[in-house]
C-alpha cells in the first residue's frame, strides 16, 4: 500500500462495515444520510437541540402532512384516539420509508411506536456516531400532525425524549 493509500485510510470518516451497515443493512438512500450528517452537525455545533428540533416540527408537521396528503400517502381524515393514530403513524411511516422493522401498539393510556434502531433511516446518531445527544423528529412531526387531524393524542410528557432501550427506541403517546 502506498503512502497516499495509507493517508486515504486514515481520514475516512466511516469503515467499510459501517458504510455497509447504512448501505445495505439500513438500506438508506443518499439523500437520507445527508439529511442525517447535515443534522447531526448541527446538533455537535450546538446550533440546535431537541427542544428547537421540537419547535420545528411543531411548526412542519402540519404542512408536511398536507404534502402526504397531496401525493396520496395518508388520509384527508382518520378516527380520533388511538385507533387513528396508529393509523396515521403506520401511513406516515411507510411514506417516508422510516424503517423495515417499526410497530404501533395501542396499550391503556395511548400508543407507542417501537422502532428497531439498527433498521431505523433516519435515526442522526446511527448516521453519525460522533453526535453525543439525539433530536429525533418523529415524536413532535407525529404530534403535530395529529393535532392538525384532531386525532386528540399527544407525545407524553412524562416521557420527554425517545427512550433506547434494548435496541429499540421507543415514542409514546397519551390520547384524550
Known amino acids: 500500500m502506498s503512502e497516499t493509500e495509507r493517508c486515504e485510510v486514515r481520514n475516512r470518516l466511516y469503515s467499510d462495515e459501517k458504510l455497509r451497515e447504512l448501505v445495505e443493512v439500513r438500506k438508506m438512500n443518499p439523500f437520507q444520510i445527508l439529511c442525517g ?23 412542519v408537521g402540519p404542512r408536511f402532512l398536507e ?8 388520509k384527508e381524515s382518520y378516527p380520533s384516539g388511538r385507533t387513528g393514530l396508529v393509523e396515521l403513524i403506520n ?22 411506536v417501537n422502532v428497531d434502531a439498527k433498521f431505523c433511516r433516519l435515526c442522526i446518531r446511527s448516521i453519525d456516531e460522533d453526535v453525543p445527544r439525539s433530536a429525533c423528529i418523529f415524536p413532535k412531526i407525529f404530534e403535530a400532525m395529529a393535532n392538525h387531524l384532531g386525532i386528540g393524542c399527544s ?5 420527554n425524549f425517545v427512550k433506547k432501550e434494548d435496541g429499540e427506541c421507543r415514542i409514546t403517546f397519551v390520547c384524550d
Open 91 to 112: 401511513d406516515v411511516c411507510r411514506a417516508m420509508g422510516m424503517s423495515d422493522v417499526v410497530s404501533v401498539i395501542e396499550d391503556g393510556r395511548g400508543v407507542t
Open 155 to 159: 407525545f407524553d410528557p412524562a416521557e
Open 37 to 59: 450528517l447535515v443534522m447531526g452537525s448541527l446538533i455537535k455545533r450546538k446550533v440546535i437541540s431537541q427542544g428547537m428540533v421540537n419547535i420545528i416540527c411543531h411548526d
Open 67 to 74: 404534502v402526504l396528503q397531496a401525493m396520496g400517502y395518508v
